[in-house]
């Protein structure tokens, strides 16, 4: 969903410095922006830039890419909370070195974040450190899990084989036909024919 999008400025001039300009994002096509989209519009932003894309990654986000391609020295790209814009500091860091090239600024409604200020700058490195930490404990967390999932016999060994291939291939030893074996161990004819002619 996207609210009135960028236009080009009058006669090729540059845009008037000082807009505010908003970005909201959600992971999933079923989450709503309206919350987002409400923040941004009374904090005062012209344009609102919405989509519904994963912020695993900035690859596709294209109305992400249109907003900081759009912004102007002194304009302000604004959002709700820094994740919206990124989920891992190399990417956030990349989209603030961008945005600091071209003189826009970066700010958060739900945190104190400014990159116009230095205490906003310092709150944002320190912000997305912390970010990073969590995320790299919750994967540690998920891996140990796994690892006591694999000791403990649960999940990650594979199904059980459901046929006992030992005894099929002992039937078959005593001249049961495959046909009977496949009566005897409740199983069908055809994983019967498929083990013996593996054997």
């Given at each position: ?10 006669n ?7 807009h ?28 609102i830039?919405?989509?519904?894309k ?30 919206r ?19 826009v ?20 490195q ?40 030992t ?9 049961v ?9 409740g ?13």
């Amino acid at each position: 969903m996207t609210y009135s999008a960028p236009s080009a400025a009058t006669n090729g001039a540059p845009a008037p410095a000082g807009h505010l300009y908003g970005y909201a994002r959600v992971s999933t096509k079923d989450q709503d922006l309206a919350i987002q989209e409400a923040a941004l519009r009374a904090a005062g932003c012209e344009v609102i830039r919405s989509e519904k894309k994963s912020g695993a990654t900035t690859a596709n986000r294209t109305e992400l890419e249109t907003l900081i391609e759009f912004a102007r020295k002194g304009d302000t790209i604004i959002v709700t909370r820094i994740d919206r814009l990124a989920r891992s500091i190399a990417d956030l860091a990349a989209i603030v070195r961008t945005l600091e090239a071209k003189g826009v600024a970066l700010r958060a409604t739900e945190q104190p974040i400014d990159t116009a200020t230095a205490a906003g700058r310092c709150f944002l490195q320190m912000l997305g450190v912390f970010a990073e930490f969590e995320t790299n404990l919750r994967r540690e967390r998920q891996f140990e899990g796994i690892e006591k999932a694999k000791a403990k016999g649960d999940v990650y060994k594979g199904r059980p084989p459901s046929i006992d291939a030992t005894r099929v291939k002992a039937l078959r030893a005593e001249g049961v036909g495959p046909a009977e074996i496949a009566r005897r161990l409740g199983i069908g004819r055809a994983s019967v024919y498929r083990l013996l002619g593996a054997a």
